[in-house]
């Protein structure tokens, strides 16, 4: 079974620029979430979808954007890039969750570099 | 969910079980514990997780204490190959698919 795959693997972008990544679910899972990770702040959560629909947001600013297909690949956006954006962005994708369980499978990321 | 604290990093000898501890004090009735690991540079990784019964699979084991304050994570034979950053994770079944990692415990296993 395919893991978690996400594209492009690396990006390099200038400030004020906008990117999207790409995220493709493990087949049969329906729940996509997005982490950003950076040294300073470690893993943080951005958001999450399911059934196109977004469940669950962190706390970023309105630059930071996703959405959910039909296929429940997801894709998140950033615009107006600030230097501060550059990170590993992590997708994970889950079964929708039965009684306490939550295991989540997560891609390699996409580490994003804002010159 | 509640908070947990870690230990920033600890050591173990290949061969040796690693047990790292994980405080949670303010763990309320509804709250699983559940921990990751993120071997560098590549996503983090499911290995466990507990309501309140110890828990045993092929990577490790859980043991959560009577009171439910804190747990240690084992894993029986480090090998080299479990150096990591290890998350432990405390939240409700019910407060949806984000997960706080928090810092984590960077384990390093020597040869």
């Known amino acids: 079974k395919a893991g978690v795959t996400q594209t492009p693997r690396y990006l390099i972008k200038t400030r004020g620029q906008q990117v999207t990544l790409s995220c493709s679910p493990i087949s049969g899972h329906r729940s996509v979430s997005w982490y950003q990770q950076t040294p300073g702040q470690g893993l943080q959560f951005l958001f999450e979808y399911f059934s196109e629909t977004q469940r669950n947001k962190g706390n970023f600013p309105g630059r930071f954007s996703g959405r959910q297909f039909s296929n429940s690949r997801s894709e998140m956006n950033v615009s107006t890039l600030e230097l501060g954006d550059s990170a590993l962005y992590l997708c994970?994708?889950?079964?929708?969750?039965?009684?306490?369980?939550?295991?989540?499978?997560f891609g390699p990321g996409t580490r994003l570099t804002v010159l | 969910d509640a908070k947990t604290t870690q230990p920033t990093s600890m050591d173990c000898a290949e061969g040796r079980a690693a047990n790292l501890p994980c405080n949670h004090s303010?763990?309320?009735?509804?709250?699983?514990v559940y921990w990751y690991r993120q071997i560098h540079s590549q996503g983090p990784q499911y290995i466990i997780h507990?309501?309140?019964n110890n828990e045993t699979n092929e990577m490790a084991s859980l043991i959560i204490t009577e009171d439910r304050k804190s747990s240690t994570l084992i894993l029986p034979h480090a090998t080299l190959r479990d150096t990591a950053v290890y998350y432990c994770?405390?939240?409700?079944?019910?407060?949806?698919?984000?997960?706080?990692f928090g810092k984590g415990t960077s384990l390093l296993v020597t040869p």
């Open positions: 507990g309501l309140k």
């Open positions: 303010t763990i309320s009735g509804n709250e699983y």
């Open positions: 994970a994708s889950s079964l929708p969750g039965t009684s306490g369980y939550n295991e989540q499978f």
């Open positions: 994770i405390v939240r409700s079944s019910n407060s949806g698919y984000a997960l706080n």
